[in-house]
Nanobody, 120 residues
């Protein structure tokens, strides 16, 4: 059974940093891409970044370029989202999603989200 578990959310001041983790299980880690998304209540889910062993890193959002970074640890079956220079508008529930092989922006599997709140 494919499982994704996002963690690491919390309250942080504007300008601060936070690292989220997405722990994956139930599938061959290197055969899947994993991406980070976020959603603000009342708005559509927004894709941020994706990482796939077969194609590297894909940015879905220009808004986070230069501030957010994605990395992968195959030994731990975990993908991380390093978030720097956080802004109040980064406040959202952050989700990780997985899809087979490549980053197309349409994950077939989702984990439960983790809330990030950035105070001004």
């Amino acid at each position: 059974e494919v499982q994704l578990q996002a963690s690491g959310g919390g309250l942080v001041q504007a300008g601060g940093s936070l690292t989220l983790a997405c722990a994956a299980s139930g599938f061959i880690f290197d055969d899947y891409s994993i991406a980070w998304y976020r959603q603000v209540p009342g708005k559509e889910r927004e894709g941020l970044l994706c990482i796939a062993s077969r194609e590297g890193i894909t940015y879905y959002s220009e808004a986070v370029k230069g501030r957010f970074a994605i990395s992968s640890d195959s030994a731990r079956n975990t993908v991380y989202l390093q978030m720097n220079s956080l802004k109040p508008e980064d406040t959202a529930v952050y989700y990780c999603g997985a899809e087979h092989y490549y980053c197309s922006g349409y994950p077939g599997y989702w984990g439960k989200g983790t809330l990030v709140t950035v105070s001004s």
